[in-house]
């Protein structure tokens, strides 16, 4: 059990903007992760060792990317407890993201809106950061990285940037997630139809298969898809996953739908809502999915998670592993432990 109750820090952090909270939370973290002070966050690990895309996870549960996504504080991050954390979104070069305000809070919904648009510190900071974290993939934790685009990259010219971000984060990556849904890169997700989903994914398969030969080691390459799709798109999407070769999924990303927090001062903010009302949407795609690439094929379910029983729905929908965020944000580092246990074999 962590030695300060998240309550009373979540009491100060709400009363801050939210982005400037996650700044302050995330550099305490990143200073004093491997310090004795990681004891005031710190929690045992549960074990449940699974294997999925041929990684051996130590439990179920994992950070969803997003939170971290220079990769400052992975070994912080990993004190928690999580079996996996993937960080990112990371593009080729340094981009400030949106203007702020950029990040809302919806506590009655337990939820966040975000229009961040992949701010990060660019691929060559990113990969100086992953390699300072020792600790974590020592103790067996799984490090997923998360590649995307450049907003000022055409949207034409995407593969370009996976491509360079594949090169980049491959050596030090247990698997790479290629995140094409996020809403807050313009047309971003025009990359999840059929035709450019092929073209890129088998852009990225081809240079994978030469990564893999040149370095003597074949990393899991993972797609990350909206809530926002209809079945028909979900099977199309499934189909050429199989199809390339693609190790699996993780569903889902962010929604637009606004339906669940009708009503809200925030409610209208362009960007993408997580938190509680994501859960069912994003259950929703993972059934879907798991009727259609069968038994077997990987499946990472995330969007949703606030406690024990919805990472438990997750499962049973047909995830294989589960992601955390905004859940981690409301309740703490105590989730994790919750989850991974509710998860648990």
Known sequence: MALIPYALARAALFSLDPE???????????????????????????????????????????????????????????AMGFGFIEVGTVTPKAQPGNPKPRMFRLPEHQALINRLGFNNEGLEAFLANVQKSVRFRAQGGILGLNIGKNASTPIEDAAS????????????ADYVTVNISSPNTANLRSLQSDEALKALLDALMQRREQLATRLSRRVPLFVKIAPDLDEA?????????????????????????????????????????????????????????????????????VGGVMSGHDAATKRA??????????????RGSALVREAGLALRS
Not at 45 to 56: C, H, I, N, Q
Not at 317 to 330: F, H, M, P, S
Request: aromatic letters at 6%.
């Open 20 to 78: 400037h909270a996650h700044e302050i939370t995330m550099g305490q973290m990143e200073r004093f992760q491997r310090t004795p002070l990681e004891c005031t966050w710190a929690q045992a690990r549960v074990d449940d060792p699974v294997t999925v895309a041929g990684l051996r996870f130590p439990n179920r549960i994992g950070l969803a990317a997003g939170l971290d996504k220079n990769g400052r504080a992975i070994d912080g991050l990993g």
């Open 161 to 172: 940037d996976y491509l360079k971000g594949l090169e980049g984060v491959y050596p030090h």
């Open 233 to 301: 798109q979900v099977q199309v999407i499934a189909r050429t996953l199989q199809d390339c070769g693609v190790d699996g999924v993780i569903a889902t990303n962010t929604t637009l739908s606004r339906e669940a927090v009708a009503g809200h001062a925030h409610a209208q903010e362009a960007g993408g809502l997580s938190g509680a009302p994501v859960l069912e949407a994003s259950n929703r795609v993972i059934r879907q999915l798991r009727a259609a690439l069968g038994a077997g094929y990987p499946i990472i379910g």
């Open 317 to 330: 929908a047909g995830a294989d592993l589960v992601q955390v965020y905004t859940g981690l944000i409301y």
